[in-house]
T-cell receptor
């Protein structure tokens, strides 16, 4: 079955540590996205990538970094510079950017103490 | 500033009731409006609307867009407990940005037996 796999489901880290969230898709989609979801808030875009080796900042990119070395993979690193990293992170992909519906992974819940 | 506003923010109904969820928007160069259902983790795609007045339907769910008044509604008839979820509305603006869907905060629907 094609889909998007995010790992791990839950992640706990101490403040000051960088952490990398994994996102893999086998849908052969060109575009991939990272969103952050906080309680009572809409999804906010962190980074997106339209093609391999290229990515763009979203609305809340500060304190985050990404790479897109392979079409299937779009890992997100939450750095120690992110002031409030505890959140639910969703990865998504689409065939034609925002011209087509996004397919989401099951998310990673990150808790930083 | 582009924005999407959903109402109500939460709603409690009983099985068999019909519900209407609202989504209004202000965006530059509207391209499309999308509805997603988020039960626990991954939002799942429901509808994409691009033209005014054309109803999209899937089983007990239907949606319509009014581009003149800048809103969309999502109707669910004969609700079931399995319809309990957060329903997200998102708008894709036109123009240069290919990454940024604008999400509303969602409507949390609870269907009681």
């Amino acid at each position: 079955d094609g889909g998007i796999t995010q790992s791990p489901k839950y992640l706990f880290r101490k403040e000051g540590q960088n952490v990398t969230l994994s996102c893999e898709q086998n849908l052969n989609h060109d575009a991939m996205y990272w969103y952050r979801q906080d309680p009572g808030q809409g999804l906010r875009l962190i980074y997106y990538s339209q093609i391999v080796n290229d990515f763009q900042k979203g609305d809340i990119a500060e304190g985050y970094s990404v790479s897109r070395e392979k079409k299937e993979s779009f890992p997100l690193t939450v750095t120690s510079a992110q002031k409030n990293p505890t959140a639910f992170y969703l990865c998504a992909s689409s065939i034609q950017g925002i011209l087509s519906p996004l397919h989401f992974g099951n998310g990673t819940r990150l808790t930083v103490t | 500033e582009d924005k999407v506003v959903q109402s109500p923010l939460s709603l409690v109904v009983h099985e068999g009731d019909t519900v209407t969820l609202n989504c209004s928007y202000e965006v530059t160069n509207f391209r499309s409006l999308l509805w997603y259902k988020q039960e626990k983790k991954a939002p799942t795609f429901l509808f994409m609307l691009t033209s005014s007045g054309i109803e999209k339907k899937s089983g007990r769910l239907s949606s319509i867009l009014d581009k003149k008044e800048l809103f969309s509604i999502l109707n669910i008839t004969a609700t079931q407990t399995g319809d309990s979820a957060v329903y997200l509305c998102a708008v894709a603006p036109g123009g240069g940005s290919q990454g940024n869907l604008i999400f509303g905060k969602g409507t949390k629907l609870s269907v009681k037996p």
